[in-house]
């Protein structure tokens, strides 16, 4: 049971229709849509440059150009992994 705060039960709404997925992505990808629906649509997607990331511009300035030397831009296909379990790291 989910509960708010104060210990109080939470009410969730009743919903005619379930749906199920065939997996964790899926159901994810569904949630993903159905936010974004509700936000008024998907997002435009952008071009951002590796060095533009936020997470690039954590990096200490002294520590920045040495990880944009090893950061390359790639691609997936749906469903491509990026890594796998037991993959070497370098």
Known sequence: ???LDGGRPAVLPIR???TAADDLDAALERCEE???AAAGGPVDLVT???ADHPMVSRVLPERRAALL???ERRVLDP???LVRSGD???
Do not use: F, K, N, R
Request: proline content about 5%.
């Open 1 to 3: 049971m989910h509960l």
């Open 16 to 18: 005619a229709t379930y």
């Open 34 to 36: 159905a936010l974004l």
């Open 48 to 50: 951002l440059a590796i």
């Open 69 to 71: 030397d090893v950061l």
């Open 79 to 81: 469903g491509e992994a």
């Open 88 to 90: 070497p790291s370098a």
